[in-house]
């Protein structure tokens, strides 16, 4: 499968606990991104990467959301001390260099839920 | 960011033709109109984007407005597969068509398509 791939699919964790998600782009894709998605509404984007540079981060990712892209390739997303309004689907998505952004490709998504 | 207006929903019979309006009146000179689709428990899937022009793909066909101010995204023929929420998203380029990264997705359409 050359898919862009998440990991862990769900995750199931209490009030106050700290997770972690990793996503692994389609090989060579330059850019990846971050996108949060709750029932019922469109995705909202997080952020997102060319090569290991971080480019934008929006409001949204408050100051216990980081994201990280060390070698320009997987990315992990950590959110500290989870609260319950942390639970949505979490998206990740890569596109590469020739499109300039203009095609992303996306993943699965973990499945947050915070009790 | 320009906002997109789209139906909340549509239905369609399988074989049939869809047309899936989008309206973007606030649209600027920069911007991309990019069209995806999210079918239940997955990530959003590329269909189809342009500029000015009319574009054709596999998948879809997108019809652009002469003042760009809505679109109407195409498909030939419904089947059942094709039952998914829909997103028009303005997604504004740099000179050269390089995007500036994010897609903003607003609520959608659903469309259901009937056997």
């Known amino acids: 499968d050359t898919g862009v791939s998440q990991n862990p699919r769900h995750k199931i964790t209490k009030r106050g606990q700290n997770v972690t998600f990793r996503c692994d782009p389609i090989?060579?894709?330059?850019?990846l991104y971050w996108y949060r998605q709750t029932l019922g509404q469109g995705p909202e984007f997080l952020t997102y990467f060319q090569n290991e540079a971080q480019l934008e981060k929006s409001r949204l990712l408050s100051d216990r959301f980081s994201a990280e892209r060390p070698k320009g390739s997987f990315s992990t997303l950590e959110i500290q001390r989870t609260e319950q309004g942390d639970s949505a689907m979490y998206l990740c998505?890569?596109?590469?260099?020739?499109?300039?952004?203009?095609?992303?490709?996306f993943g699965p998504g973990t499945r947050l839920t915070v009790l | 960011d320009a906002k997109t207006t789209q139906p909340n929903s549509m239905e369609s019979n399988e074989e049939e033709p869809v047309h899936l309006p989008c309206n973007h009146s606030?649209?600027?000179?920069?911007?991309?109109i990019h069209w995806y689709r999210q079918l239940p428990s997955q990530g959003p899937e590329y269909v189809i984007h342009?500029?000015?022009s009319n574009v054709n793909n596999r998948m879809a066909s997108l019809a652009i407005a002469e003042d760009r101010k809505s679109s109407t995204l195409i498909l030939h023929r419904a089947t059942l597969r094709d039952a998914a929420v829909y997103y028009c998203i303005l997604s504004p380029h740099l000179l050269g068509g390089t995007s500036y990264g994010k897609l903003t997705f607003g609520q959608g359409t659903i469309l259901t398509v009937h056997p």
């Open positions: 998505a890569s596109s590469p260099r020739r499109t300039g952004g203009g095609e992303q490709f």
């Open positions: 090989s060579e894709h330059n850019r």
């Open positions: 342009g500029l000015t």
């Open positions: 606030t649209i600027s000179g920069t911007d991309y």
